[in-house]
């Protein structure tokens, strides 16, 4: 009876403990940030249990005994008690408040110059991100992925371009809503070499769930490198394909919507795609960017993302395998 007893509790809580793990959990937390949320947690989650386990103590005893006849008297002191208890119970529960909000407001580590500005637009649905100089000026554009060095104290400056969306990166710290015409901030810090995912945390419309990130935390040395590369232009295609590749962009409309530096410069409605290839995932990482993704997405983008602003467009199957090309040669 024990043994089953045992086995029962740990199968019941087995898939609680599972979504505990994983690259978007904020109990998976590398940062000052995420570090203070999750202790923070921890302690509300003990007050709250401890009131929980105490109210429905005193509900349920108070359910099975039997209540002797009392006089006027006794019932006004056991009034005055259960005034007392009550008093107690809220007390306890603003004191948890007040901590929580402090907590929460304080900055976890000291903040002077941030050694790294990154400007994030929520769009529906995807994320435009610009990595910006001290004095504002972009640097270079990207889309979905953010990669930061390690130990390092990065400025995030959210906005949005059309409706109210929500920055969260679990592992990293707490979200933030992007909201058009007003521009937040947001702090944070990774202290460990790792890939954390994201999630648009505001309900934003028909793919609110496809609005997806991913952060590289990565060493300085490795950041210098990746920040070198994205700020280049697009490299020479050199093979004919990819070069037919780069007609077709430019005729079929793509370029509508889609930069690719220095030729292309669009009106900025969709992703920078100068450095295409060279991200893991495609659709505000909804999917990995492999060649039969990306050429189910340009095929077919509302199939994988119904409502979302890109077209299908018509392509002759030359057309199409040279658009293929070209975008995989995006290094
Ligand atoms: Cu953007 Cu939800």
């Known amino acids: 009876m024990g043994k089953k007893w045992r086995l029962n509790t740990f199968l019941f809580i087995l898939p609680f403990l599972a979504s505990c ?6 109990f998976e937390a590398v940062g000052p940030e995420s570090k203070a949320i ?3 947690w921890w302690i509300l989650l003990g007050v709250s249990l401890f009131v929980c386990v105490a109210v429905f103590g005193f509900l349920i005893a108070a359910m099975i005994k039997r209540t002797p006849k009392r006089s006027r008297d006794e019932m006004d002191q056991l009034l005055g008690k ?3 208890w009550a008093t107690g119970v809220t007390v306890v529960i603003l ?3 007040l901590i929580a909000t402090y907590e929460y407001s304080k900055p976890q580590v000291e903040r002077g110059e941030p050694d790294l500005i990154i400007e994030v637009t929520g769009r529906m649905w995807w994320w435009d991100i610009r990595y910006l100089d001290s004095s504002g000026n972009s640097l270079f554009t990207t889309a979905n992925e953010i990669t930061i060095p390690i130990h390092k104290n990065i400025l995030f400056k959210l906005r949005s371009e059309d409706v109210i969306h929500s920055f969260w990166v679990p592992s990293l710290g707490g979200k933030i ?5 007003h521009e937040n901030q947001l702090w944070l810090q990774a202290d460990q070499k790792g890939e954390y995912r994201g999630q648009c945390a505001e309900f934003c419309g028909v ?3 496809k609005m997806s990130l991913i952060v590289f935390a990565v060493a300085q040395a490795e950041f210098e490198n990746w920040a070198r590369a994205q700020r280049l232009p697009a490299q020479a295609m050199t093979a004919p394909l990819a070069q037919r590749g780069k007609i077709v962009f430019g005729e079929k409309g793509c370029v509508r919507c889609h930069s690719i530096r220095p030729d292309y410069q669009a009106k900025e409605l969709g992703p920078d795609l100068t450095h295409l290839a060279s991200r893991k995932t495609l659709a505000a990482a909804s999917m990995p960017n492999n060649k039969g993704h990306l050429a189910g997405w340009i095929a077919d983008p509302q199939a994988i993302k119904p ?3 890109m077209p299908a467009t018509a392509l002759t199957p030359e057309d199409f395998k040279a658009l293929l090309s070209f975008l995989r040669s995006l290094k």
């Not at 793990?21 to 904020?26: H, V």
């Not at 809503?177 to 015409?181: A, E, L, N, T, Y």
């Open 21 to 26: 793990k994983g690259p978007q959990s904020m």
């Open 207 to 209: 793919q609110h769930a």
């Open 177 to 181: 809503d992007m909201i058009p015409g």
């Open 38 to 40: 999750a202790e923070l």
């Open 82 to 84: 259960s005034l007392g």
């Open 307 to 309: 409502g979302n602003f």
């Open 95 to 97: 004191v948890t408040s």
